[in-house]
Structure formats: C-alpha cells, structure tokens
C-alpha cells in the first residue's frame, strides 16, 4: 500500500532527499508516541537496528510525572535505558510532515534481550502468541471519536480550556452538510493516513456538536493497534497544524456527548477460516464465538481498567447516551455493553462498546483477549441475549462505574494475573491507584463554583 517502506526504499529515499528524517517511537502506558527524530542518514546506516530511551517511559503518567512505587523502575535505581527495537514492518511515510518517515518499536531491556513485560506492544503480543498456539488469530477495529474545535491547542490552553468552541454547532451525526464544514481538517486526516499506510474506510459526524468518528481498515490485532496509535497521533498533529485542536477525552464536556473507542473483534484460524461463523447455529455463532463471547462477559468488570484507564473516563457511562451501562450482550443493540454485529453471515463479531477514546488501544485489546481465551479455555457458557433497553435492565452486571471499582476488579482478577503475569498487573494498578490519588487531592472548578459562596 501507498505509504509503506522498506529499509532499501528508505536508503534511496534518503539518499535522494526525499526523506531527511526519521521518527523512532515507541509506545507509552497512555498509548501515545515516545521517541526521537533521527537524522535520516544515521537510521538508515546504523540506528534501524537499535536506539536508546530513558525507562521512565513506561512508568510515567500522563502529566509525565516520574511516579514512585514502580517496581521495575526508581530514582534508587537510577531511571537506567531501555532498547528500542524498530519494526521495519511498521516502517512508513508520514504525509503530512516534511520529508519524514516513522517506525514503531519494540521495546527490551537494556542489553536488547527481552521485550520488557509491562511494554502495550509485548503485552498484546503475548496473547495474539497464545491464540496462534491454540490454532487462531484475531482481527480487531476500532472507531475512534473525538471532538474538532475551533481553538488551537495554545489557545485552548490559555483559556484554561474554558468556553471551547467546537468548530460544528450543533449534532453532526451522519449530517453531510455539517460535517463539510470541518473538512479542511477531516479530509487531510483521512488523506494524510491514506499515505502512511493507515487504510481508511471513513469519516463521519458524530453524536454531538463538533464530534467525529475516523474509522480505519480492521486487520489482525498488532496491525489494528499500530493503526489506532498511528491515527490518534496524526489527529493531533493535523489538527495542530490547520491551528485547530482535538480531544480524545472520554467525556470532555459535562453536557455533551462522551468519545467512545468500540472494538470489534472476531478470530480466524491461521489458514484464513472465520471461526465466529457457523452457517448451521442460531445467528451464525459458533460454539467457539459462543465461548469467547462467555468469556468476555465473565471478565468484563476485570478488564473495564483498560478500557477506561482514568477517573474521567467513568464520566462517559451515562445512561441514554450510547455508552453502555450494563456488561450484557445483545444482537445489533447499541445500548448493550457487547453488541453482535453482522448476525448470521460470516462478518459475524463482538463489538464491546465499554471502552473510551482515552485507552491505549494495545492493552484494550490484549484485555478482550485474555477475557476470550478464559472463555475458549473454560468452554463457558453463552447467557441468552439481552432484549430491549439494556440501560433498564435489572439483576444484570453493572459496568463499573468508578476507577476505584475497576481497580478492585482488576486486583482481584485470576483471568487477567494469569494472562499477563501478576507484575505486569500490579504495574498497571500502581498507575491507576496514582491517578486517583492525584485526581483525590486536586480542587476542582466544580466545587469551587458550587462552595465558594455558599458554603
């Protein structure tokens, strides 16, 4: 596809002049790029196979605070390097920078032997690598939403990000003539990923003022997640340059609608079969999407951290507002935590709709993983369908509701310990127990303006 590179086409390409720089990066606990911009011809002669970062990196939060209590990094010990290993699988153009080029890396220790454990990367990849043992692989998407202001990132920083002006008036879902109107930025960031080797199936308005959806090719589940990090970044830095600025907040705006990241997901076996598809059962499901859907809703409160990974994102799940309440599955229902799409056909998924703009789309997806494979292992059984609205239901699981639920769920979680290790989960609790201690000591604007006078 446009966009994509070799190491020899990078070679002439640099030797050429087309490409003068090269960004290296890793990704964060956040799911956000990290790295350095090389110098075109020092990749190409020696850093594409190694580069240097501090190890902080994956022990930071998103104010990038060196935070305390990790065990696998400290100031005691002295905040040493990690390796990064490029992919050159991912090695691609970027559009929409000046002779530039990314690669994505791998992230080991110091002496390049191991991938670090707590990596998003080497944690999704441990679980695509228990599937492909068990014969399978899975194909993931993701739809991101966020919201497109007028403002730019410096304006809406000096203002506090107060009185924000989104750059639609009014709700753009499916609105053709609305939704023209941010097409200067929309167009370029579909173009822009279009050539980085990102394919891109559409855009939309979405559910509120200013909201848009970027929906991008479904591909195996390492793929997928490269593409949704690649998209997030190339959202921004576009925006950025058009001198408007996005969000990717769960829930930015009390009054207005929350960003959503649905996952859809189904497996195939590794010779190309759809093996959620079974021509003869109700709906098309087989015994193993049956299973896996079993699986999902049996860990689905274990996982919600990765899914929504700080206290704002808790704000979303709001009844009548398409973020679900209720960890159930329904057929074609968006009220439903996990929606079936494509019943009786061999496009046949699981769409979980609990997750957030704001996730890091490596862990999210590793989490449903881990949640499926229980399923598959344990052969669970499939609850009938929920019918109706699902906001209303009763006597059903709730998804959590706070950080500090999902914090005790996912302490407490024998599925997600023994899918990624009990380090790897303690290191992600640290993260979020900092988060909500951070957010406990923090005097908001809400309380000022609801005490300062009248308490």
């Known amino acids: 596809m446009a966009g994509r590179l070799t190491l020899d086409e990078l070679k002439q390409a640099v030797a050429d002049g087309t490409i003068d720089t090269v960004i290296v990066a890793q990704v964060d606990m956040q799911g956000r790029l990290m790295g350095k911009r090389m110098q075109g011809e020092y990749f190409v002669e020696s850093a594409w196979k190694e580069v240097h970062s501090c190890n902080y990196l994956l022990a930071t939060d998103l104010e990038m605070t060196t935070v305390e209590g990790y065990k696998s990094t400290s100031w005691e010990a002295g905040y040493g390097d990690y390796t990064m290993r490029p992919d050159l699988s991912t090695l691609r153009r970027v559009p929409w920078l000046e002779g530039t080029a990314l690669v994505l890396c791998d992230v080991l220790d110091h002496h390049g032997h191991a991938e670090v454990p707590h990596g998003p990367r080497a944690i999704l990849k441990k679980q695509i690598a228990r599937l492909e043992a068990m014969g399978m692989k899975a194909m993931m998407a993701t739809e991101l939403e966020f919201f ?131 021509p003869d059962a109700e709906n098309g499901m087989s015994d ?41 599955w329904s057929l074609d229902n968006r009220t439903a935590g996990f929606r079936v799409c494509g019943a009786g056909t061999k496009a046949v998924r699981v769409e979980c709709r609990v997750g957030g703009a704001d996730l890091n789309p490596y862990l999210a997806m590793a989490a449903l993983l881990a949640a499926g494979i229980d399923g598959i292992e344990n052969e669970r059984a499939l609850e009938p369908a929920f019918v109706g609205d699902a906001y209303g239901g009763t006597g059903v699981p709730e998804v959590p509701t706070t950080l500090r639920e999902a914090i005790a769920a996912l302490d407490g979680s024998e599925t997600m310990r023994r899918a990624f290790g009990d380090d790897v989960v303690d290191h992600y609790l640290h993260a979020a127990s900092w988060e909500q201690s951070e957010y406990d000591r923090k005097v908001t604007d809400w309380e000022v303006a609801r005490g300062f006078e009248r308490a």
Request: hydrophobic share 40%.
């Open 148 to 278: 497109l202001f007028r403002d730019s990132y410096d304006a809406a920083h000096a203002a506090g990000y107060r009185n924000l002006a989104t750059l639609s008036n009014y709700n753009a879902d499916y609105h053709i003539f609305q939704t023209t109107k941010e097409e200067d930025v929309i167009r370029a960031i579909r173009n822009g990923l279009q050539g980085a080797d990102v394919p891109v199936e559409n855009s939309k308005g979405e559910a509120d003022a200013g909201q848009c959806e970027i929906n991008v090719r479904y591909a195996d589940a390492l793929t997928m997640a490269d593409r949704h990090a690649i998209t997030k970044n190339a959202c921004k830095e576009i925006a950025w340059a058009k001198g408007r600025s996005i969000s990717f907040m769960a829930k930015w705006n009390t009054d207005a609608a929350g960003n959503s990241s649905h996952i859809h997901q189904s497996l195939w076996s590794l010779d190309g079969r759809p093996l959620f598809h079974d």
């Open 288 to 328: 193993t999407m049956r299973h896996y859907m079993a699986g999902l809703l049996h860990n689905a409160r274990d996982v919600t951290l990765f899914l929504a990974p700080y206290v704002n994102s808790y704000k979303r799940f709001v009844k009548g507002t398409f973020a679900p309440t209720k960890a159930v």
